[in-house]
């Protein structure tokens, strides 16, 4: 682990730092991400590691129990989430929120200007984190086929919630930006605790363990550099309000989810929120990732 080599994520950045930490993570991302296909909604490097991933395919090797229970629970909790078993239970939490993320950027990618028209290196940037967020969903999704669940549908969300999704892409940043930056911060909370669970639920699958993690390292890498790209948006105004807004975001999100609560401990999450400093990251994703200058000690 890191020693105190960072700074709180809500620490305080000038007008100046922030444009320069924008020249500095566009950098990053294109060395990162490699070569945007933007008609896919895909990126190169991205694109390829999935690939091996698929060419190297993990099976579980006490195959699911009873598939059905997680078909039946996937979209909407139909049972008594208490009678599912653990594993069944963590995948549909996995989907649910994966499923979010996955209606948030299909309602931003036809409001974000597309590369041709980004005229700005904030535009530009917004655009490869969509693409980049639309690999996560596929990474999300190849998790699931390595339990063995290859027949998921990426369902859109209805009501109210479908409607939130396609207005807040539409919200000015002012507005949007402190929001915006707690939910990568929640992502990366969740993305945590759930490395942690993998070793908990798969003890006694040790390939399908080690390739969930690393299908979530792919993600975490890019939740992490999010986490410190969307900070950068952040004047000093709204750095003070995201903070108060971590607390009834996590709640109000994690409440849509019913498996959270007996899997997780929300309480827990919102702490490691406020207190989130880049310290308690591994070094291996740490050196692929990506902070900002005004986060370093």
């Given at each position: 682990?890191?020693?105190?080599k ?6 305080s ?17 294109q ?41 039946r ?7 008594d ?27 931003a ?7 041709a028209?980004s ?5 530009k ?10 690999c ?30 396609e207005?807040?892409p ?9 929001p915006?930056?707690?939910?990568e ?49 952040l ?15 996590y ?21 490691g929120?406020?207190a ?22």
């Open positions: 682990m890191n020693s105190r960072f700074l709180s994520v809500f620490t950045a000038t007008e100046e730092q922030r444009k320069a930490n924008f020249i500095d993570y566009w950098e990053f991302t060395h990162h991400a490699g070569e945007l296909l933007e008609a896919e909604k895909d990126l190169a490097k991205k694109r390829a590691k999935l690939l091996s991933f698929q060419e190297n395919p993990v099976k579980l090797r006490k195959p699911l129990a009873n598939p059905d229970a997680f078909y629970n996937y979209l909407e909790m139909k049972d989430p208490k009678s599912l078993d653990r594993l069944t239970l963590m995948l549909t939490c996995i989907y649910k929120f994966a499923r979010h993320e996955w209606v948030g950027i299909n309602g990618w036809d409001v974000v200007p597309d590369m028209n005229h700005t290196i904030e535009d940037i917004s655009r490869v984190h969509l693409a980049e967020e639309y996560h969903g596929r990474l999300f999704n190849e998790m699931l086929v390595t339990c063995g669940l290859d027949k998921v549908e990426w369902v859109p969300l209805t009501g109210w919630r479908k409607w939130i999704y207005q807040f539409k919200v000015p940043g002012f507005l949007m930006d402190a915006a930056f707690v939910t911060l929640m992502g990366v909370s969740f993305y945590f605790h759930l490395d942690r669970l993998f070793d908990d639920i798969l003890a006694d699958e040790p390939e399908v363990r080690q390739r969930m993690k690393e299908l979530l390292d792919e993600i975490t890498i890019d939740e992490i550099a999010h986490v410190g790209q969307r900070r950068n948006f004047g000093p105004v709204a750095t003070k309000i995201s903070q108060w807004l971590v607390p009834p975001l709640t109000m999100f994690y409440r849509d989810i019913p498996e959270v609560a007996l899997l997780f401990n929300v309480n827990d999450m919102i702490k929120g406020l989130f400093d880049f310290n308690g990251v591994s070094n291996h994703l740490m050196e692929h990732s990506w902070v900002p200058s005004y986060c370093k000690a």
